[in-house]
């Protein structure tokens, strides 16, 4: 998917999805007719980069439940191990924004505002290790057999609640995308600007699993 990119076969039988597509549809169509808009495609937004802070109702966030899941069973399927991650500082998307708007162009109204410097998943399992958090690395079918141990255990089945709808059937997760975002175009833009995206830094992801430690 490209910033020009919008219908592309993809699928748009739920609610979410089809209410994304159908609202940029109506935004270009808007910009079109010479309203000075945007569509801004936000990547994972995460705590700040500058000194940590965070969204007060940090438990409403999909992608912090998952991670603080795995810290609490203390295991990961080693299929997950790269597995690439991506931190969208707030106050670094924040900003990214004001240099779009202030350097407009009636060439392309449409960005993707993520940070590319994606980390992995090994990397967040290095950390856990270092501040004392062990965290397995699992064969796949020791994990499966974990798992439905957890399942049928009434006790500590609420641990896996926010992994729940990420197993198939054969309780493996699936988070592989077939559709692969590019960014060319914005990191480009952003570039003349003066803007760089960071790279996301061990004293960064420290600070983020402190974060998570008050709600373990």
């Not at 007719?33 to 801004?40: A, K, Q």
């Not at 991670?67 to 203390?74: D, E, R, T, V």
């Not at 501040?131 to 009434?154: M, P, S």
Request: hydrophobic share 40%.
């Amino acid at each position: 998917i490209y910033e020009s990119s919008l219908y592309v076969g993809q699928v748009l039988d739920d609610v979410y999805s089809r209410s994304k597509f159908d609202a940029e549809s109506y935004v270009l169509d808007a910009i079109h007719e010479g309203v000075d808009g945007y569509i801004l495609r936000m990547g994972n937004l995460m705590p700040r980069l500058r000194d940590g802070k965070f969204q007060e109702n940090i438990l409403d966030n999909d992608f912090v439940n998952k991670i603080i899941a795995f810290i609490k069973i203390g295991m990961i399927p080693d299929y997950l191990q790269n597995l690439p991650l991506n931190f969208t500082p707030i106050d670094q998307a924040s900003r990214a924004i004001y240099k779009i708007v202030t350097h407009t162009n009636n060439t392309n109204r449409i960005f993707h505002l993520f940070n590319h410097n994606n980390i992995q998943v090994n990397k967040i399992l290095k950390i856990l290790k270092n501040l004392n958090y062990n965290v397995k690395i699992l064969t796949e079918e020791d994990f499966k057999n974990k798992i439905e141990k957890i399942l049928h255990d009434e006790n500590s089945k609420y641990l896996i609640r926010n992994l729940m709808n990420d197993f198939d059937k054969n309780l493996h997760l699936d988070y592989k995308f077939d559709i692969v975002i590019k960014s060319n175009f914005t990191i480009k833009y952003l570039k003349k600007t003066f803007f760089r995206w960071h790279k996301i830094s061990n004293k960064y992801l420290v600070r983020f699993i402190n974060l998570l430690r008050e709600e373990f």
